[in-house]
């Protein structure tokens, strides 16, 4: 599949070929610039979490308005606000597996990572696509299954060096790509990079993607 780059965390993947499926995007929140150009193109939406940094809920609701095609997966607290688009707006929680534009989705997580006592938590799931590629969201949570694409958060309230690290560690994916950067300045970016690296915690090279830059995963 192919993977497109926004701004903070939100991605969109197609297919290589447009005849082997369509295009989902993840997490178009308020600060993605471009994320209503993103969804506009998109078969579907999936929104790992409620926070306004992954899901613009003005976006999508005019999106769904406009679009009577347009799909959208999310946890229950996420999308019972679209409830008047009955089949059309899907609650996903961990454990669920579904299908959508030509992608297999398996669901995983259950909470967003903890940010500070006195900040309740909400609920966050991360997507594991056609077994391959996986976005948690705004957690840390490992999946019981291998990730050969890892999207890794790395900034944020709720992130930290040491976590990441012992997170890419446990997941020992094999290609590693930045998400989650926008509270990072260009150095603070390569810094976690090299703090990432072959060269001190890591066994896999921290990629980063400028924006509406794509690769093939």
């Given amino acids: 599949m192919r993977l497109t780059k926004h701004a903070h965390a939100c991605v969109t993947l197609s297919k290589t070929s447009r005849e082997d499926g369509g295009r989902i995007v993840i997490d178009p929140g308020t600060f993605t610039p471009d994320a209503d150009v993103a969804v506009a193109a998109a078969d579907a939406v999936l929104i790992t979490h409620e926070h306004f940094d992954h899901v613009d809920e003005e976006l999508i609701s005019r999106s769904l308005e406009a679009r009577p095609e347009l799909r959208v997966f999310g946890p229950r607290p996420v999308v019972e606000r679209w409830l008047g688009y009955r089949g059309r707006v899907t609650a996903v929680a961990p454990g669920d597996r579904v299908s959508v534009a030509g992608f297999d989705i398996a669901v995983f997580g259950g909470e967003h990572a903890c940010i500070h006592r006195d900040i309740p938590n909400v609920a966050n799931v991360g997507y594991l696509v056609d077994d391959s590629l996986y976005h948690p969201g705004d957690s840390y949570h490992v999946p019981d299954c291998a990730v050969d694409t890892l999207l890794l958060p790395t900034s944020g309230p709720w992130t930290s060096v040491g976590a990441a690290a012992d997170y890419v560690r446990q997941l020992a994916p094999r290609r590693l790509i930045q998400i989650h950067e926008v509270m990072l300045s260009q150095i603070g970016q390569q810094s976690m990079a ?20 794509t690769v093939t995963v």
């Fill in 194 to 213: 090299r703090f990432l690296s072959p060269r001190m915690l890591t066994d896999v090279p921290l990629t980063i993607l400028s924006d509406g830059e």
